[in-house]
Nanobody
């Protein structure tokens, strides 16, 4: 059974930074695609970023490209999302998800499909 646990988010001022972590257990991280997905009230879920099992491929949504960075630490089966230059519109519940690769990384991340395991989510609030 695959289990994912996100770190606590928090309240951040606009322009600030925050790092989220996702601890993955039950399987070996290098063989799993991991995604960060967010959902704001009244909005659809958005695939923010995804990383391939090898780490060679990364995807970022246009809304966060250049501001967020995804990385992994296979030794601890942990995936990180660095959130920089935060904006109020980044306010959302952030989830990490994992699944085996069945299509391109971009397709999986945009469609938010084939991620069978999800974390409980963590709240990130960007406000002055």
């Amino acid at each position: 059974q695959l289990q994912l646990v996100e770190s606590e988010g928090g309240l951040v001022q606009p322009g600030g930074s925050l790092r989220l972590s996702c601890a993955v257990s039950g399987v070996t991280l290098p063989y799993i695609i991991v995604a960060w997905v967010r959902q704001a009230p009244g909005k659809e879920r958005e695939g923010v970023s995804c990383i391939s099992s090898s780490g060679a491929s990364k995807y970022y949504a246009d809304s966060v490209k250049g501001r967020f960075a995804i990385s992994r630490a296979n030794a601890t089966n942990t995936v990180y999302l660095q959130l920089n230059n935060l904006k109020p519109e980044d306010t959302a519940v952030y989830y990490c998800a994992a699944g085996t690769r069945v299509s391109s990384l971009q397709q999986m991340c945009v469609a938010r499909k084939n991620f069978g395991s999800w974390g409980q989510g963590t709240q990130v609030t960007v406000s002055s």
